[in-house]
């Protein structure tokens, strides 16, 4: 048997999501690896159009139509009924959408925290009774097939308000979304991705609609809940701070491929891509010079239709080479567990 | 010849001087909508821009920023205070107290940028239209000088004048912004009130917009006031920065001062909670609980006091005053005195 920390808990191999619209081909997801340890935070960071949220769905198996899987492996190891290590390996990619298995996967063992906990908790019901409902459906699965009663999964809901630190827990699990406040919102819809105890959190954008302060709340919540639950989380964000403060291994994505990937300390401190380069120079910060002009990526972001050829990034790349127009730079290794997709550090031509 | 330079910095010169301004919502109940109760959304803000200066507003939703800003854009009315406004014609007006009959001379030199790119465009306007609209509002120009006019402003904004014929929905949430600065800059106004331009930008279009927003503020000699919860972008923008709690100002200082020495606990506790861009210095740690009391039942005495790690018997009962603390540094705090050196121990 091998050690449960060696093997990826999910394994994305060239991943491929294509929207077939009308007016041409958009390829949202374009050929993205990264792997997810058991445990660990993993970093997904990129502007708008990157294919970062694809990128989830596809995991989830939540692509709407017209887009579609083209290509690529989701290997995901599933959670044995009544153990916590160990479990066959599937590929996601392969299962229907509808199908029991997915079902079974989805919010058992991967969950999703939304970006609007508003939008996600339907106001006709109290938020307990939502979780509750996801309890009853999946938590027979790993208390050895027995089923739980309502009475048993309400406690569970309260046990679960209180460890997301909802105060009042016994009132509050009867109130409606829109009675609580989007920081005890937000609370909530953790207390419902962890319901049934998932191996892998999705969190995406999870504390872009909510204030400063509450959002410290809510990632230092996150922090702790993942060191309670070794439960390891794909954070999606667009913010470099976020992710300095919650990552150890970031992604960083642009276009719909991978331009970096690496531990947090090193794409910080050491990035090898010129995007992470310039991405992290375009961010005001709290030390350093004010009312001065930020170094700026040149260019705009290319149309979904009008993808450059070669490099996706070498239009607006400071160090722009003949060959980056020509083909597409491979993920090679530059560091012990760094690596980036960009002719400076290809020693051969090694392209696709 | 070069106009002569005065060999001491000259004392600012104020555009704007909001005193004790106020804004209640009634809260109403029954078919009768009886007055039950009001939400003091500002509840007596004090401050000074003065001409040419970026002064951001900050503070956490609900705090009465927006509501302060469109007070001053008179786009609703304040039900108490002065805003007394140094007009480009040397008067000085209370924009407060006007009729909207002599508000509308004033219009033109007071303009706002607003957040959503996407929301605040009309999509069945060319961006001709778009931009030129608050020239033919404010009866300036014929068709052909509005046309003149948007070419330059779209150049001055970098973009191309040839746009001026296509639809807002043909281009990205960077570009669309930076229409909304043009059409802002179409009247050619004194003051511009930018109520978080950035906050639904990229990353790397957020930087661009800000490079934008300073550019033209050096270019035109504007007067901003900027109004956002990013604090590191108000940080980079702003000359002076005023934050709000609760429909009150609780410090206003200059950006060095108040990032170096916050005299108030909230906005030190502001400042903890912005996530670092930087895994070796830990933030969000040590961070502010509670939540924002509701501005229609405010807590005794300092409204701050149930959610500060040092608040005392005095807190609880006797309300703070907004004191200068330092030349030009105001905190509303019994202890502002002792602060930082308090936080840190």
Not at chain 1, 40 to 51: D, F, W
Request: with cysteine; net charge neutral.
């Amino acid at each position: 048997m091998t050690s449960d920390t060696a093997v990826p808990l999910l394994s994305v191999r060239d991943l491929r999501v294509s929207f077939t619209l009308d007016d041409g081909l958009v390829r949202a997801v374009d050929g993205t690896s990264f792997d997810v340890m058991p445990g660990q935070v993993l970093g997904i960071v990129g502007e708008s159009g990157c294919g970062k949220s694809v990128t989830m769905k596809a995991i989830l198996q939540l692509v709407d139509r017209p887009g579609k899987i083209t290509n690529g492996q989701i290997m995901f190891r599933r959670r044995p009924p009544g153990q916590e290590a160990g479990g066959e390996v599937v590929d996601l990619a392969l299962l229907p959408p509808k199908g029991a298995v997915m079902r079974e996967i989805r919010g058992a063992e991967i969950a999703l925290i939304p970006q609007e906990p508003m939008a996600s908790f339907s106001p006709v019901h109290t938020v307990g009774d939502q979780i509750i409902e996801a309890i009853m459906l999946h938590g027979h699965r790993w208390d050895a097939g027995r089923r739980i009663t309502r009475a048993q999964a309400r406690d569970i809901t309260i046990g679960l308000f209180r460890d997301v630190g909802i105060s009042m827990p016994e009132q509050r699990i009867d109130a409606y979304s829109w009675q609580l406040s989007g920081g005890l919102r937000q609370r909530a819809m953790i207390a419902m991705a962890l319901s049934c105890k998932p191996r892998l959190l999705i969190a995406d954008e999870p504390t872009t609609a909510i204030d400063v302060t509450t959002q410290a709340q809510v990632l230092a919540l996150l922090r702790d809940l993942q060191h309670k639950y070794n439960t390891a989380i794909i954070f999606i964000t667009h913010d470099l701070g976020v992710i300095a403060q919650m990552a150890s291994y970031v992604v960083v994505m642009y276009l719909g491929r991978v331009m970096e990937q690496g531990p947090v300390d090193e794409i910080f401190h050491a990035p090898a891509h010129p995007y992470t380069r310039a991405l992290l120079r375009s961010i005001p910060g709290l030390t350093g010079a004010t009312r001065t002009a930020l170094p700026v990526i040149s260019g705009t972001l290319p149309h979904p239709f009008n993808r450059p050829a070669g490099c996706p990034f070498h239009p607006r790349c400071p160090d722009v080479m003949a060959r980056c127009a020509e083909a597409v730079p491979n993920l090679e290794p530059v560091g012990p567990y760094q690596a980036a997709s960009c002719f400076l550090h290809h020693a051969e031509a090694s392209a696709t | 010849m070069t106009e002569p330079t005065s060999p001491v910095p000259l004392p600012p010169v104020p555009l704007l001087d909001v005193r004790g301004l106020q804004k209640f919502f009634p809260i109403t109940k029954g078919f009768l909508q009886r007055v039950t109760g009001q939400v003091r959304a500002v509840d007596g803000v004090d401050f000074t821009i003065h001409e040419g200066e970026t002064l951001g507003l900050v503070g956490e939703s609900g705090c009465g920023k927006t509501t302060a800003s469109r007070c001053i854009l008179r786009a609703i009315d304040p039900t108490g205070g002065e805003i007394r406004y140094h007009t480009r014609a040397g008067d000085i007006v209370d924009l407060a107290a006007l009729s909207p009959a002599e508000l509308l001379p004033l219009r033109a030199e007071i303009q706002m940028i607003f957040q959503d790119p996407f929301g605040s465009l009309n999509p069945r306007m060319t961006l001709l239209d778009n931009v030129g609209e608050p020239l033919l509002v404010n009866g300036m120009g014929n068709r052909g000088e509005r046309t003149d006019r948007v070419a330059e402003l779209l150049r001055l904004v970098g973009l191309r004048p040839e746009f001026m014929h296509r639809f807002p929905h043909a281009f990205s949430g960077g570009q669309r912004q930076r229409i909304g600065i043009a059409r802002a800059l179409a009247t050619n106004p004194r003051l511009v009130v930018a109520d978080e331009p950035v906050s639904a930008l990229d990353v790397s279009v957020q930087a661009q917009v800000l490079n934008l927003l300073l550019e033209l503020q050096s270019r035109l000699k504007l007067t901003f006031l900027f109004v956002a919860h990013d604090l590191s972008v108000v940080r980079h923008i702003s000359d002076r920065i005023a934050v709000m709690y609760v429909g009150q100002l609780v410090e206003l200082a200059p950006t060095d001062a108040i990032f170096r020495h916050p005299r108030h606990p909230y906005t030190a506790a502001l400042m903890r909670a912005v996530p670092v861009a930087d895994p070796r210095v830990r933030t969000i740690d040590g961070i502010l609980g509670g939540e924002v009391p509701s501005p229609a039942a405010p807590p005794s005495g300092c409204y701050f006091h149930p959610r500060c790690r040092h608040a005392e018997a005095r807190c609880m009962q006797e309300t703070p005053e907004l004191r200068e603390i330092t030349p030009g540094h105001f905190a509303r705090c019994h202890f502002a005195e002792l602060w930082p050196e308090r936080d840190a121990a």
